[in-house]
């Protein structure tokens, strides 16, 4: 489970450029790297509605209708949080916490357009699908 946690790290942070290596190798680390993925569209979403309204509202409806494609991914997701020991979770939770705010932190030092084009990259990334590419194990994984 500790591995799940350190793989969850790297694939929240700001600075984690390389998706495929941060891949899962099983159940417990594609539980991590889900959710991450999910705790990072949560927040840019909230800071779009509030810094760029017009694409957060883009955004939003993009994340509606990513939810409703991958609600297999979803549920798996919140099954594989609750068999997650309560220590680990909130663990796993408090450095969610921290990252969201040095995402929030970067976000906000970002000019006008660089939020706009943030929100509507997002969007765009949620249309397609392509984290499917980025994190095939983890999908295949939490998609059962």
């Given at each position: 489970m500790?591995v799940?946690?350190v793989?969850f790290?790297?694939?929240i942070?700001?600075f984690a450029?390389?998706?495929?290596?941060?891949?899962a190798?099983?159940?417990?680390e594609?539980?991590?790297?889900i959710y991450?993925y999910i705790?990072k569209?949560?927040?840019?979403?909230?800071?779009?509605?509030?810094k760029a309204p017009?694409?957060?509202a883009?955004?939003?409806e993009?994340i509606?209708?990513?939810m409703a494609?991958?609600?297999?991914?979803v549920a798996?997701l919140?099954d594989g949080?609750?068999r997650?020991p309560i220590?680990?979770?909130?663990?796993?939770?408090?450095?969610?916490?921290?990252?969201s705010?040095?995402?929030i932190?970067?976000?906000?030092k970002?000019?006008?357009?660089?939020?706009e084009n943030?929100?509507?990259?997002?969007?765009?990334h949620?249309?397609?699908?392509?984290y499917?590419?980025?994190y095939?194990?983890a999908y295949?994984l939490?998609s059962?």
């Amino acid at each position: 489970m500790r591995v799940f946690i350190v793989v969850f790290a790297a694939m929240i942070s700001s600075f984690a450029h390389s998706n495929s290596e941060l891949d899962a190798e099983n159940e417990g680390e594609a539980v991590g790297v889900i959710y991450g993925y999910i705790k990072k569209v949560d927040v840019l979403n909230f800071m779009c509605e509030r810094k760029a309204p017009e694409k957060g509202a883009l955004l939003s409806e993009a994340i509606d209708k990513w939810m409703a494609r991958n609600s297999s991914v979803v549920a798996n997701l919140t099954d594989g949080l609750d068999r997650t020991p309560i220590d680990m979770r909130e663990q796993l939770f408090e450095m969610a916490k921290q990252v969201s705010r040095n995402r929030i932190i970067l976000f906000n030092k970002m000019s006008q357009s660089e939020k706009e084009n943030t929100c509507v990259s997002l969007a765009e990334h949620l249309n397609s699908d392509s984290y499917k590419n980025e994190y095939p194990i983890a999908y295949q994984l939490m998609s059962k």
